[in-house]
């Protein structure tokens, strides 16, 4: 065999051997691109996801500021207080005010302030004219606390009592004292004392707006007097909270 036939053959083996290595020798030839390319492109649908809440701002709550009729709004900081002031058609003591109080859905109500405390006075006064009282006063929800035994145990008098309705804040602004009340005594008559001293408290009010009791001088309209549990008048003031 002579050169230049060895030279041609030689020539015709490399030439297929890069052919062959050009389409399975893990290169890529033309059709075998076009072909992985129609897979990689194949439209696959993405998972739903649902899309969580965005947090809303929080909204202050709502103020409540309904009464019943003819009931007064006072506005707290513990929350709206509603009382109505309401005329028995008989004497009655503390216990039947709370049962009365009871069927309005309340309590026998305390006074946070000295506003609230002449509001209902006021409140009263009108309910005395209507009704041609005597001697007028209103049962009020405070109690003596009981390490107050009598004035000597408890000498600073503005903390002797506390407000028993569950809604009041306890404290000084609302007692307002007849002048030298209260006297934590038993009473005159008690002899054997089985009545217990005046741990319980009423509004006292006059006809005229600026003296009470006219046969007890010095008393004023709108002031606090302590008295017997057991003892009774006509008027009472309830409370409870505004919706």
Not at 182 to 194: A, C, F, I
Request: charged share 20%; with cysteine.
């Amino acid at each position: 065999m002579n050169l230049s036939l060895l030279l041609f053959l030689s020539l015709i083996g490399v030439t297929v051997s890069i052919i062959v290595k050009g389409r399975g020798g893990g290169g890529r030839g033309r059709y075998d691109y076009d072909s992985d390319s129609s897979d990689s492109h194949e439209h696959r649908p993405r998972p739903h996801r649902p899309r969580l809440p965005r947090p809303q701002p929080g909204r202050p709550p709502r103020e409540h500021t309904n009464c019943p009729a003819n009931w007064l709004l006072f506005k707290r900081p513990q929350g709206n207080w509603c009382v109505g002031t309401f005329v028995h058609p008989t004497m009655i003591g503390i216990v039947a005010s709370e049962e009365q109080c009871k069927l309005h859905g309340a309590r026998v109500t305390g006074f946070q302030s000295s506003e609230e405390r002449m509001r209902i006075a006021e409140a009263a006064r009108q309910l005395v004219i209507q009704n041609n009282l005597v001697k007028p006063s209103v049962w009020v929800g405070a109690r003596n606390k009981p390490e107050c035994g009598s004035r000597s145990a408890c000498p600073d008098s503005r903390h002797s009592f506390y407000w028993t309705d569950g809604h009041t804040q306890n404290g000084t602004d609302g007692f307002g004292w007849q002048a030298g009340n209260p006297m934590l005594e038993y009473g005159y008559n008690d002899v054997h004392r089985v009545n217990g001293i005046s741990g319980c408290v009423v509004l006292s009010i006059g006809r005229n707006g600026v003296t009470a009791y006219e046969v007890w001088k010095g008393f004023l309209h709108g002031l606090l007097d302590d008295t017997w549990c057991h003892a009774t008048t006509r008027l009472y003031a309830c409370g409870k909270e505004a919706t």
